[in-house]
């Protein structure tokens, strides 16, 4: 067992210039313990700490989302990552553990769609089991759902984000690129709704002169139902979607949009630093919530980190790569080496894009074309 006083050093490579190079002296020392001091209580360099995993446990899906996976860019011929470059189960619950150590207190298991990924509810029970871990979320667009909300409740899974950027038939296929309305989705949400999980959050990429004119039959659909519909703008996430600012409806203006149907008035976050604004319905039929990342950038509250389905970790959602874990995992790697790792990318992370991306157009033509793909990280 190591004294707190032999950690000073680690503790002090946050506000040095040279901190890497402090830190690799005290690898070795490191490398002698059993416990990862170096991720207690990390910041990175804008003194933001790590609080929220997403893991995108396989990069395929079953939409062809024309924002996120257009289906004229990932056709039959498109080769997805092939099974052995793809995290196992042990590998990202290993990686779990070690962020819960520093500070990690909620996972969201996004993809692709997770869903599509075989025995998810394994997975879900190996995370629940870690210690620190208190909430498991997870992000998908309902189409599997009614058939496996059972297993992933009785796994532990807490909480269910469904994407659903249309009630209307028609919006729906077109928006998710394929040829299915939103019924298996409304069933999945009905069945987890019938399982308790709650409150179930229902999001919706909101873009001008696609799905604009169905806001207020998608909120008023869920009204009164317990669920929460959070209305998110639109985002230039890859380089896939053809992102243009005009295509952006501000939160704003969905706010006005809805109210000129449901009277709404502001409600105080649940908690410090929550993404969504939250609005509830004059009359008591529940909350909406709207997502300003264009308009409003929080990336100052920003927590969030991201492991890509093939093992790299990934600082900010418009990050141009990652941090490959798999690699020094499967070579063998001690925890001590990985909890290093994490904690060099932790503490050198500045990222701050959307902050950066509202200051101009100069930003975003110096930028484009290399980002990392929404579907290989989560949204
Ligand atoms: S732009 Fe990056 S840093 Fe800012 S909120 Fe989004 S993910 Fe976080």
Redesign the pocket.
């Known amino acids: 067992m190591v004294g707190t006083g032999n950690y000073v050093s680690a503790v002090v490579f946050k506000p040095v210039s040279n901190r890497v190079l402090v830190f690799d002296a005290c690898l070795d020392f490191m490398s002698k313990t059993s416990e990862h001091p170096f991720l207690k209580g990390i910041t990175d360099k804008l003194d933001r700490p790590v609080r929220d995993l997403r893991i995108s446990v396989t990069d395929r899906c079953n939409f062809r989302c024309t924002y996120c996976m257009p289906a004229e860019m990932f056709g039959e011929r498109y080769e997805f990552l092939p099974r052995p470059d793809i995290l196992t189960f042990e590998e990202i619950e290993r990686l779990a553990r070690l962020f819960a150590q520093a500070g990690v207190s909620k996972l969201r298991i996004t993809g692709g769609e997770p869903l599509v990924r075989a025995n998810l509810p394994e997975l879900v029970g190996k995370l629940s089991k870690i210690d620190g871990i208190d909430d498991i979320a997870l992000t998908t667009n309902g189409y599997l759902l009614a058939k496996n909300a059972q297993a992933l409740k009785d796994a532990g899974l807490n909480r269910l984000t469904i994407s659903l950027d249309s009630i209307d038939e028609d919006i729906f296929k077109k928006m998710s690129g394929q040829p299915q309305g939103p019924a298996n989705t409304l069933e999945g949400i009905q069945v987890a709704t019938e399982l308790g999980f709650s409150p179930i959050k229902i999001n919706v990429v909101v873009q001008r002169s696609v799905n604009d004119h169905t806001l207020v039959d998608t909120a008023r659909y869920f009204k009164g139902t317990g669920a929460i519909v959070r209305f998110i703008e639109f985002m230039d996430v890859g380089t896939k979607n053809s992102w243009e600012l005009s295509q952006v409806v501000t939160s704003k203006e969905v706010i006005e949009i809805i109210s000129e149907e449901f009277a709404l008035e502001p409600v105080d976050p649940n908690y410090s630093g929550e993404?969504a604004s939250r609005y509830r319905y004059v009359d008591g039929e529940g909350e909406i919530g709207v997502i300003s990342?264009v308009s409003e950038?929080?990336?100052g509250?920003?927590t969030?980190a991201?492991l890509s389905t093939d093992g790299k970790l990934v600082?900010?959602?418009?990050?141009s790569g990652g941090t490959d874990f798999k690699t020094a995992m499967r070579d063998g790697a001690a925890d001590d080496e990985i909890a290093g790792m994490i904690a060099r990318v932790w503490t050198g992370r500045d990222?701050?894009?959307?902050?950066l991306?509202s200051k101009g157009p100069e930003f975003q033509a110096g930028t484009a074309g290399d980002k990392v793909e929404m579907y290989y990280i989560g949204g």
Do not use: G
């Open positions: 993404v990342s950038p929080f990336c509250n920003c969030r991201r600082t900010c959602l418009f990050a990222d701050r894009y959307s902050e991306r």
